[in-house]
T-cell receptor, first 112, second 112 residues
Framework: SQQGEEDPQALSIQEGENATMNCSYK?????LQWYRQNSGRGLVHLIL?????REKHSGRLRVTLDTSKKSSSLLITASRAADTASYFC????????????FGKGTMLLVSP | DADVTQTPRNRITKTGKRIMLECSQT?????MYWYRQDPGLGLRLIYY???????NKGEISDGYSVSRQAQAKFSLSLESAIPNQTALYFC???????????FGSGTRLTVV
């Protein structure tokens, strides 16, 4: 079953605007990760945030984690057309099995 | 060379045929995973392996089998392919650097 659920399912913005995607999950986790997928290609790891962290930055990416609400957000600042892709959150559950459970993704379209 | 290599990239096969998807990695990690992606459903875990002698079923293992021939090689087989196994298949292995997964480019499988 899906652990993470991204919101919105699709997002369309103009270049230069910020894009925010949200992820909710159901069980306790060791960490939460965000991935990008360009059309039909392999997923690329963007950032990992551990359960004891609240915020993390990497370049134009900012990730927050609220374990009390079981939610995370990914903010992409100053979006570019090249950011057009699907974005997935994935959770490493605190179950000892160390597998990632993926959400259904948010499709981001950045128009020039 | 890519860190995770999947072959073939595309495959069309007939219902009832046996097919093997192959994956090899140069990351040196013991853990390897097979995921399936369907439109609108995100990625779902089929099988995973924590070392050559450790094979585990994932969320959707029915109709699939795997073989871990070596630390670097993990193959997925469909013993008797059916049309609802038409999907994009990904192999992945963790990164020692950032603990995220490195994915292969995927195999697009069509069962007719």
């Amino acid at each position: 079953s899906q652990q993470g659920e991204e919101d919105p399912q699709a997002l369309s913005i103009q270049e230069g605007e910020n894009a925010t995607m949200n992820c909710s999950y159901k069980t306790s986790i060791n960490n939460l990760q965000w991935y990008r997928q360009n059309s039909g290609r392999g997923l690329v790891h963007l950032i990992l945030i551990r359960s004891n962290e609240r915020e993390k930055h990497s370049g134009r990416l900012r990730v927050t984690l609220d374990t009390s609400k079981k939610s995370s957000s990914l903010l992409i600042t100053a979006s570019r057309a090249a950011d057009t892709a699907s974005y997935f959150c994935a959770t490493d559950e605190d179950s000892g099995y160390s597998t990632l459970t993926f959400g259904k993704g948010t499709m981001l379209l950045v128009s020039p | 060379d890519a860190d995770v290599t999947q072959t073939p990239r595309n495959r069309i096969t007939k219902t009832g045929k046996r097919i093997m998807l192959e994956c090899s990695q140069t990351k040196g990690h013991d853990r390897m995973y097979w995921y399936r992606q369907d439109p609108g459903l995100g990625l779902r875990l089929i099988y995973y392996s924590f070392d050559v002698k450790d094979i585990n079923k994932g969320e959707i293992s029915d109709g699939y089998s795997v073989s871990r021939q070596a630390q670097a090689k993990f193959s997925l087989s469909l013993e008797s392919a059916i049309p609802n196994q038409t999907a994009l298949y990904f192999c992945a292995t963790p990164s020692f650097l950032n603990y995220g997964y490195t994915f292969g480019s995927g195999t697009r499988l069509t069962v007719v």
